[in-house]
T-cell receptor, first 111, second 117 residues
Framework: TQLLEQSPQFLSIQEGENLTVYCNSSSVFSSLQWYRQEPGEGPVLLVTVVTGGEVKKLKRLTFQFGDARKDSSLHITAAQPGDTGLYLCAGALDNTDKLIFGTGTRLQVFP | GAVVSQHPSRVICKSGTSVKIECRSLDFQATTMFWYRQFPKKSLMLMATSNEGSKATYEQGVEKDKFLINHASLTLSTLTVTSAHPEDSSFYIC?????????????FGPGTRLTVT
């Protein structure tokens, strides 16, 4: 059973455009992470959010954790070709370290 | 930083042989390490959780006798794929959690591409 659904699955945009990726669940998470993965490499941690309603910014990336800690979003402003990759959200359930990964969003940014 | 390495990065083996993959945390002690498998264009699937000095906990459907995990120290965990078959070909990724880190926060290795011929 896939507990974390990401949308959209695929996103192909031009450089300079804005985009938002959503990560939704019916489960409550102790923490939620966003990772970016490039082909043939391991995921790289972008951010961890812990508190409901929390907003974190990392340069052009803005991450938000839902008030009920069941969902999250990633907003990218003025996307660049270097943002291309697979974006994965992952949540920790029940105060355990075990992560449940989202279905993934594959982003392609064209120059 | 929190750097995790994996070795080898790529391995090709013949059907029926065993392959060992190493996962090391280079600049921190990892109380817990995790092993994942990733199929092409798919998300990560957790195989097992490895705690230093104790037996690994395997996810449902993962054969513990086929995927042997050893976590001998706070910086090293190994995954051995025994009697490998072509269907075991995949991208295997490990991750590590710092003892004092935020719960759930994991740092990933670069992955190992296993091809069984």
């Amino acid at each position: 059973t896939q507990l974390l659904e990401q949308s959209p699955q695929f996103l192909s945009i031009q450089e300079g455009e804005n985009l938002t990726v959503y990560c939704n669940s019916s489960s409550v998470f102790s923490s939620l992470q966003w990772y970016r993965q490039e082909p043939g490499e391991g995921p790289v941690l972008l951010v961890t959010v812990v508190t409901g309603g929390e907003v974190k910014k990392l340069k052009r990336l803005t991450f938000q954790f839902g008030d009920a800690r069941k969902d999250s979003s990633l907003h990218i402003t003025a996307a660049q070709p270097g943002d291309t990759g697979l974006y994965l959200c992952a949540g920790a359930l029940d105060n355990t370290d075990k992560l449940i990964f989202g279905t993934g969003t594959r982003l392609q940014v064209f120059p | 930083g929190a750097v995790v390495s994996q070795h080898p990065s790529r391995v090709i083996c013949k059907s029926g042989t065993s392959v060992k993959i190493e996962c090391r945390s280079l600049d921190f002690q990892a109380t817990t390490m995790f092993w994942y498998r990733q199929f092409p264009k798919k998300s990560l699937m957790l195989m097992a959780t490895s705690n230093e000095g104790s037996k690994a906990t395997y996810e449902q459907g993962v054969e513990k006798d086929k995927f042997l995990i050893n976590h001998a120290s706070l910086t090293l965990s190994t995954l051995t794929v025994t009697s490998a078959h072509p269907e075991d070909s995949s991208f295997y990724i490990c991750s590590a959690r710092r003892g004092s880190g935020i719960i759930g926060e994991q740092y990933f290795g670069p992955g190992t591409r296993l091809t069984v011929t």
